[in-house]
């Protein structure tokens, strides 16, 4: 066998002597993938890995493209450590300027909105409105928003039915009139 052998590539061949003790250094200046079969330099692979970082890119990449990946996050945001990491990360996002910036244009972009919104909360605390907590959905299950289905204008402020939130979504999907009943 002629050559560097493949144990040789990965540890330097010098070695220091000092005041007579003889020092081979222990840091590794390459490694073989255990993907590719090739040697690289340590700088071609993540910390603690075998594999180098192209192959595990190029791992990735074709993982991404399976349903693996989608169906792991649909159970994860679904679950309630998911939901709660949610919710983290968007009182983490209002609190930037970004956030806040956001959050001035959706009260500017949707004024008719939170002037209907604001209406109906008065209303419930003077008592002219049930809350909406109080109240059931179409379905059977208990009621959390209120639905402004003549849509947003003064004059039909309190023309609301009271929803759960998938009903809510469906109204809006299906432009609500088949859910009032006179």
Known sequence: MNGPTAS????P????????????????????CKKCKEVKSISAFYKNRAICKPCIIAYQLIYKKTEKPKAYQKRYSQSPRGKQAH???????????????SQRYRRI????KCAARAAINNAITLGRIRP????FCVCGQIAKQYHHYLGYAPEHYF????????????AHVICLPLYISP
């Open 8 to 11: 040789s590539c990965l540890r």
């Open 132 to 135: 909406v907590n109080s109240l």
């Open 109 to 112: 972009k949707d004024s008719h």
């Open 159 to 170: 023309d609301v039915v009271a929803f759960c939130v998938p009903c809510h979504r469906k």
């Open 13 to 32: 061949a010098l070695t220091i002597t000092v005041k007579g003790v003889t020092i081979m250094p222990d840091t590794l200046v390459a490694k073989r």
């Open 87 to 101: 919710l983290d990360a968007m009182d983490k996002y209002s609190q930037t300027e970004k956030g806040r910036a």
